[in-house]
């Protein structure tokens, strides 16, 4: 079965920049997308089609893709960005839909 | 401003036959822009994608849970469902609906969630 690879974890202070990656075999062919995870709450989306951010989101979101690899950019991390981050995309034909082991941001 | 809410029974024994139900508010179901999807997110561990559904009857579902998963939709009551065979009590987990975009591929809005508890 298809699998997205994350990093466990990504620590920064605050106003550093977090980046948080995730690898694929399908990623150059496959959209990605990324959600964020509190504690308690529902997931929300904070980049789409793997550079698009969806509106209410802040500017210091951002993505970008290379290769088998997408990454999740937050500039000027915030106490409130401290979430889980999951990566989303598809398998190589489009079905079926795979997450990501989730990434957990810690803003120390 | 859309919204979905799921609703289903909080505690299950091993064995039994878990329904979930996803009500759908301020969006038609019938919808050509959007599918329709359950997940799944145990503790401590991460979020699992169950299946979608259109609502024509059109469904994709996680291979690893195609054989126990069914997802239907109800355009008479504006809601979508899970059933899920056979449960274990290490598939007691969060479960939540979301709509997915066809057009921008992601899904939102997600419900609340719900807990749901096999033992």
């Known amino acids: 079965s298809y699998e997205l690879t994350q990093p466990p974890s990504v620590s920064v202070s605050p106003g550093q920049t977090a980046r948080i990656t995730c690898s694929g075999d399908a990623v150059p062919k496959q959209y990605s997308y990324w959600y964020q995870k509190k504690a308690g709450q529902a997931p929300i989306v904070v980049m789409y089609?793997?550079?698009r951010r969806p509106s209410g989101i802040p500017e210091r979101f951002s993505g970008s893709s290379s290769g088998t690899t997408v990454t999740l950019t937050i500039s000027g991390v915030q106490a409130e960005d401290e979430a889980d981050y999951y990566c989303?995309?598809?398998?190589?034909?489009?079905?079926?839909?795979?997450f990501g082991g989730g990434t957990k941001l810690t803003v120390l | 401003q859309m919204q979905l809410q799921e609703s289903g029974p909080g505690l299950l024994k091993p064995s039994e036959t878990l329904s979930l139900i996803c009500n759908v508010s301020d969006d038609s179901i019938t919808s050509d822009s959007y599918y329709w999807a359950w997940f799944r997110h145990p503790p401590g561990k991460g979020l699992e994608w169950i299946g979608s559904?259109?609502?024509?009857?059109?469904?994709f579902l996680n291979p690893s849970l195609k054989s126990r998963a069914a997802i239907s939709v109800d355009t008479a009551k504006n809601l979508f469902s899970l059933n899920l065979r056979s449960v274990t009590a290490a598939e007691t987990a969060m479960f939540y609906c979301?709509?997915?975009?066809?057009?921008?591929?992601?899904?939102?809005?997600w419900g609340p969630g719900t807990l749901v508890t096999v033992s």
């Open positions: 089609k793997d550079s």
């Open positions: 989303q995309s598809t398998d190589s034909s489009g079905t079926y839909v795979v």
């Open positions: 559904s259109f609502y024509s009857g059109i469904t």
């Open positions: 979301a709509r997915l975009h066809r057009s921008g591929g992601y899904f939102d809005p």
